[in-house]
């Protein structure tokens, strides 16, 4: 076994991972390819560059996000610490100067005795591996030929290209006065049947397990809702995505500006359903399907979105049945590069058939700035374990947020995306529900730090 602990990728679960192993006085060499080479949306040659938003979002416990970097605090993060140190007038949500922050970390990772920043490329981790252990968290614009060598350790054909995906809702801001359980064909009232039997039939279906949420809407409720979607803000793609985002996925809105009822012939057609509530087909219907062990969240079918995440919400909950939803993830359409991290990983973000590897920040499926902090610091923390020969890894509870990601992007999915903070990922509160959402957020943030332990 090497004396030393190799960390290749320099953003911030690189950083947070280097940290967290110096500080064990274990000596840490730390790859990052910037200034030699550049990724195409890298220009500092800083570690830790910020490259979109420079918002870490909110820093109230009764956000999700803001509970996860209170857990990251107590835990002495380093870019937390950084980030507060380097923060900029945001409101309640904590924000950076990018520039001073990338600076300021370099400074703690070059200036601390135990971590060799090398500047070079990193294609070949095979040797690295044969006699030491490595984490790898070169996000999720992995160079080809390192993401090359991860395929072949991996056993993977390919890592999984994210270049769209649809807004996830948090089950219970659904409205269920408008929306309805059932899978297509098997909502539709029969001939032989009466309107009765029929919604017998489906009171019967409510109380079995139910794949997917309907969302029936009316022939004003859907063109109006078209006319919100083909004139929303979207994002500005950066010039190497545009090149590759469409291939394979239409965002919603380009749909709808080909035509008045191109979604309805498409993710929207109401084919297979009729309304409950008036025992006919409804003119478009909107399907949110299942996406956890939990249900507890869904996503929205179909809906792969360029829209800017404040229009998602505008636009989206102008759909009935979505008036007060909550979204726990937006739709994005970017190039992210990860591996299946659901089959590959366990809970200590540690390769299940190469012990000595681990993964850390966007590359494992955490999505967000502290998310991949957060992976980063549990890898170093398992890092170290297993360098001193202690296997009693740091597994961190469910019921805190960084312990929810890590056991999200390692429990089997077959339909496995990236995630960011959110409570739908964390158990539910035991007893009565508490419908003040602002109580059972904090309440849930209370059972968290509770539980906060190393």
């Not at 549990?378 to 297993?386: F, K, Q, T, Y």
Request: aromatic share 10%.
């Amino acid at each position: 076994m090497k004396d030393y602990i190799t960390i290749i990728g320099g953003g911030l679960a690189g950083c947070e991972a280097a940290y967290q192993i110096a500080k064990q006085k274990i000596p840490v060499k730390l790859y990052e390819m910037k200034p030699q080479k550049y990724s195409p949306a890298h220009s500092n040659q800083d570690l830790a560059e910020i490259v979109c938003s420079n918002s870490f979002k909110s820093n109230l416990l009764t956000n999700a996000c803001g509970l996860l970097k209170e857990e990251l605090r107590r835990l002495d993060s380093l870019l937390i610490r950084i980030a507060d140190e380097t923060k900029v007038p945001a409101g309640q949500a904590l924000a950076v100067d990018r520039d001073v922050f990338a600076k300021r970390v370099t400074e703690e990772i070059k200036n601390n005795p135990y971590i060799e920043v090398i500047n070079e490329e990193v294609t070949d981790i095979k040797g690295m591996l044969e006699e030491g252990i490595v984490i790898i968290a070169t996000g999720p614009l992995t160079t080809q030929g390192l993401a090359s060598q991860i395929q072949e350790l991996t056993g993977q054909d390919k890592l999984y290209f994210y270049d769209a995906a649809a807004p996830i809702i948090q089950k219970d801001s659904i409205d269920f006065a408008v929306a309805f359980y059932g899978d297509r064909y098997s909502q539709e009232k029969k001939k032989e049947e009466t309107v009765e039997e029929w919604k017998e039939r489906l009171a019967k279906q409510e109380g079995e397990e139910q794949s997917y949420i309907n969302l029936p809407m009316k022939q004003e409720e859907y063109e109006a809702f078209c006319k919100e979607l083909v004139e929303a803000e979207v994002v500005t793609l950066h010039e190497f995505e545009k090149r590759e985002i469409f291939e394979g996925c239409m965002p919603i809105e380009i749909m709808a500006k080909r035509g008045l009822d191109t979604l309805r012939f498409g993710p929207l057609k109401p084919v297979g359903f009729d309304d409950p509530r008036t025992a006919r087909r409804p003119y478009a219907v909107i399907q949110l399907r299942q996406d956890d062990k939990q249900a507890s969240l869904y996503n929205m079918v179909g809906f792969q979105t360029n829209l800017k995440f404040g229009e998602q919400k505008r636009v989206f909950q102008r759909i009935p049945g979505l008036e007060e939803a909550e979204f726990v993830k937006y739709g994005v359409m970017h190039r992210n590069t990860y591996i299946n991290s659901s089959q590959l990983l366990n809970e200590r973000y540690q390769l299940k058939n190469v012990p000595n590897l681990y993964f850390a920040g966007q590359i494992t499926g955490v999505e967000g700035y502290v998310e991949s902090i957060s992976s980063g610091l549990v890898a170093g923390l398992n890092a170290i374990h297993n360098f001193k020969g202690d296997f009693e890894m740091s597994c961190f509870s469910e019921y805190t947020v960084i312990g929810a990601l890590a056991k999200y992007v390692s429990t089997p999915n077959e339909k496995f995306q990236p995630m960011n903070a959110n409570f739908g990922i964390l158990p539910e509160l035991e007893g009565k529900r508490i419908r003040d959402k602002k109580v059972r957020y904090l309440s849930l943030a209370k059972r968290s730090l509770e539980n906060l332990k190393i």
